[in-house]
């Protein structure tokens, strides 16, 4: 059972940039398709970037796309999300997920991770 933790949240001002960090723990971390999701208040958790177990392939959502860049070290068990041009919009909650099952597919919907770590919050100020 994979257990997630993440790190690298903060504060930081309009163009700033900050990389996300989900250490996972068990053995069989590169078998798990992975995902970073966000909820601002009083919104839907979505998913804003997602990786393959391979990280050969790799899904945006439309809000962060060419600003932010999702990679996973298997020999690290962690997963990145560098977030560059950071705007207050992104300010939300965002949370590491992993598929409870091992695959080799892209998941991008949120129902399809199973397991989540507790969060890490990014405020973007302008």
């Known amino acids: 059972q994979v257990q997630l933790v993440e790190s690298g949240g903060g504060s930081v001002q309009a163009g700033g940039s900050l990389r996300l960090s989900c250490l996972a723990s068990?053995?069989?971390?590169?078998?798990?398709?992975m995902g970073w999701l966000r909820q601002a208040p009083g919104k839907e958790r979505d998913v804003v970037a997602a990786i393959n177990w391979s990280g050969g392939s790799v899904y945006y959502a439309d809000s962060v796309k060419g600003r932010s860049t999702i990679s996973r070290d298997n020999t690290k068990n962690t997963v990145y999300l560098q977030m560059d041009s950071l705007k207050p919009e992104d300010t939300a909650v965002y949370f590491c997920a992993a598929t409870s099952a091992p695959t080799n597919t892209l998941v991008t919907d949120p129902p399809d991770f199973g397991r989540w770590g507790r969060g890490t919050q990014v405020t973007v100020s302008s």
């Open positions: 068990g053995r069989t971390f590169s078998t798990y398709a």
